[in-house]
């Protein structure tokens, strides 16, 4: 509070229909800044120097078996990578899993929200035994679909599977990783299409109603153009979310079979091979791949980036 | 929000039947492991869903041993450490994006956002590497410094959108009366936005309690693994035991604050996912 109130500030600031004063204006920014700042050192040097360290490291034969074989390699570990049937066999069941699961959850998480947001009775009962999936440590969901899918343990294997060991078989082990997915996040896609749905005004379905809209027509035609966006934010945050899929993986089938997501085969890789040059280059793959998907989803589908226009709205 | 027709009791029948089919979809897995947990060894294989001989056999197990005490001081420890310090700083940093113009806004959304979407998996082999020169592999600190950056977008996103709520022009007031800008945070906007803190916390706990990538990759023993990863570890109450009913138990256990943050704070659960995502 110290500066000299004459001194006017060099360059106007951009007044947001709030009056210029010059020293609030000041102690607002360096007040902004100084709040921020935390929160953004951590965020940086936790992520930005680790992503720079991994493209170097990924640019150099390093495995921590060898350590003095440590030296310069160019894409020499890209070049392994993708030319390793391994790494596309992973990098196909992941994008199947991240489809097919994103796919199913749209469908039934809009069903979910319709069901949360429109219920009669037991509003709040179905929101809480919702929200239970959502909460739960994956890991130990994944233990429950692991023991109801084991031969005579589970009752899934009993009823369903008769004899076969459905999680030694690549095709069953994909899709009870699915389901094991499906599950666990369905009820975040549909609270994120519960919130696009309390945007759709009522009068706009009335009206629709009254020019003999049926429900179907409805739905199509009036709440999910209204919720789109709320939709395409949410499968935003499904497909990227997906694309990392590994705790399920992990205690389903650890990626025997063919089932090794790409996340897998990097810990694999790191923790088991302690390759970190070949790790990383895999890690800077996979960070290129959802780098895409979202460019995809940003520019190709129009999705808002959550946030990033928060501060001029409202 | 009925379109036309009364409120029959028939609808709410159908309505209660779709709730039955919800609650069926979203506890039998839970149930199963709770059932799996009081099962005896002898039964423990018999594929029922409802378990024939009841025991608390797996649960005493589990507690007798530093297989799992251990693991469980880790992650409520770096999971409560870790909360309050990213909920702090996202504190300050969605205080600053709600309601102060300063230079670097945008910035600061677009990092935390990027960050939000970022594969964890392409961190985990560089700070594999970092953390082992820098003495952090397999300490609390090891973990609760990814945790807290990973939880910052959920924290700082979350939390703007709660400060949005808040009434200006008590701030306002309260800078009238004299009060710095500082002061006008801790003492006006601070209490009045405690309950989206509080839901914050919850989210961000539920986050890091939940984490088994850093967790599995991060940690090589038992003094700073945690539940999820020394899950996968777990052998029975004996090295050649099956470990089913314990691993059973051990994941009851840690399910138990979740399902009492649900079941207490539902509402503000819901209200703390949705506000962060899709307002603006």
């Given at each position: 509070m110290s500066h000299a109130v004459t001194e006017a500030p060099a360059k106007p600031v951009p007044a947001k229909g709030k009056p210029a004063l010059s020293e609030g204006k000041r102690a607002e920014r360096r007040l902004g800044l100084l709040l921020c700042a935390p929160a953004a050192i951590v965020m940086l040097a936790v992520t930005g120097y680790p992503i720079a360290y991994s493209i170097w490291l990924s640019l150099q034969r390093y495995d921590l078996r060898f350590p003095d074989e440590?030296?310069?390699?160019?894409?020499?570990?890209?070049?392994?990578?993708?030319?390793?049937?391994?790494?596309?066999?992973?990098?196909?069941?992941?994008?199947?899993?991240?489809?097919?699961?994103?796919?199913?959850?749209?469908?039934?998480?809009?069903?979910?929200?319709?069901?949360?947001?429109?219920t009669l009775v037991g509003r709040g009962l179905v929101r809480t035994v919702t929200l239970i999936p959502y909460g739960i440590v994956t890991v130990v969901a994944a233990f429950s679909w692991f023991y109801a899918w084991t031969p005579e343990t589970g009752y899934l294997a009993n009823a369903l599977a008769g004899e076969s060991a459905p999680l030694t078989e690549q095709w069953p082990s994909l899709w009870i990783i699915i389901l094991a997915e499906v599950w666990k996040t369905t009820p975040f896609m549909a609270l994120l299409l519960m919130a696009g749905l309390a945007l759709v005004p009522d009068d706009l379905l009335k009206a629709a109603s009254m020019d003999g809209a049926n429900a179907w027509q409805r739905f199509t035609k009036v709440m999910v153009p209204v919720m789109k966006p709320a939709i395409l934010v949410a499968l935003l945050f499904r497909t990227l979310d997906a694309f990392r899929v590994f705790d399920n993986i992990f205690v389903l089938t650890n990626g025997a079979n063919d089932t090794a997501s790409v996340s897998m085969q990097t810990y694999n890789n790191l923790i088991k091979g302690?390759?970190?040059?070949?790790?990383?280059?895999?890690?800077?793959?996979?960070?290129?791949?959802?780098?895409?998907?979202?460019?995809?989803?940003?520019?190709?589908?129009?999705?808002?980036?959550?946030?990033?226009?928060?501060?001029?709205k409202r | 929000m009925a379109i036309g027709g009364a409120v029959t009791t028939g609808r709410k029948a159908r309505w209660a039947l779709v709730d039955i089919i919800v609650v069926v979809y979203a506890l039998v897995p839970v149930l199963w492991i709770v059932s799996l947990s009081f099962k005896t060894k002898e039964t423990l294989a018999d594929g029922n869903f409802i378990p024939r001989e009841w025991t608390f056999q797996n649960y005493a197990d589990i507690f007798a041993t530093d297989e799992f005490i251990r693991p469980l001081i880790n992650s409520l420890g770096i999971s409560i450490i870790a909360t309050l310090i990213a909920v702090v700083l996202g504190m300050m940093a969605a205080y600053a994006i709600a309601r102060l113009d300063f230079p670097g806004k945008k910035a600061l959304v677009g990092v935390s956002l990027l960050i939000a979407m970022f594969p964890q998996i392409s961190l985990v082999t560089p700070l594999f590497n970092i953390e082992r020169q820098l003495g952090l592999f397999d300490t609390w600190p090891g973990l609760i410094l990814p945790y807290i950056t990973f939880a910052l977008p959920l924290a700082i996103y979350t939390l703007s959108a709660f400060f949005r709520e808040i009434p200006w022009e008590l701030e306002k007031a309260?800078?009238?009366?004299?009060?710095?800008?500082?002061?006008?945070?801790?003492?006006?906007?601070?209490?009045?936005?405690?309950?989206?803190?509080?839901?914050?916390?919850?989210?961000?706990?539920?986050?890091?309690?939940?984490?088994?990538?850093?967790?599995?990759?991060?940690?090589?023993?038992?003094?700073?693994?945690?539940?999820?990863?020394?899950?996968?570890?777990?052998?029975?109450?004996?090295?050649?035991?099956?470990?089913?009913?314990?691993?059973?138990?051990?994941?009851?256990?840690?399910?138990?604050?979740?399902?009492?943050?649900?079941?207490?704070?539902?509402?503000?659960?819901?209200?703390?996912?949705?506000?962060?995502?899709?307002?603006?």
């Open positions: 440590r030296q310069f390699v160019g894409f020499e570990n890209y070049v392994a990578v993708l030319s390793n049937s391994y790494w596309w066999t992973a990098f196909g069941t992941t994008m199947f899993i991240t489809v097919v699961s994103v796919a199913i959850e749209l469908v039934l998480g809009m069903a979910l929200a319709l069901i949360m947001h429109r302690l390759n970190l040059g070949i790790g990383s280059a895999m890690a800077v793959l996979i960070f290129i791949t959802v780098a895409l998907i979202a460019f995809i989803f940003i520019k190709v589908f129009g999705t808002a980036a959550p946030g990033s226009d928060q501060g001029g | 309260a800078k009238m009366d004299g009060a710095t800008p500082g002061q006008a945070f801790w003492k006006v906007i601070a209490p009045l936005a405690a309950p989206g803190v509080f839901t914050t916390a919850i989210l961000v706990f539920i986050f890091c309690w939940n984490d088994f990538l850093f967790a599995i990759s991060l940690t090589s023993t038992e003094a700073s693994r945690t539940v999820p990863a020394a899950l996968s570890f777990f052998t029975g109450a004996s090295q050649f035991e099956d470990p089913t009913g314990t691993i059973s138990a051990a994941a009851v256990v840690i399910t138990i604050p979740i399902i009492i943050f649900v079941l207490f704070f539902q509402r503000r659960i819901v209200a703390g996912l949705t506000s962060g995502a899709v307002k603006g």
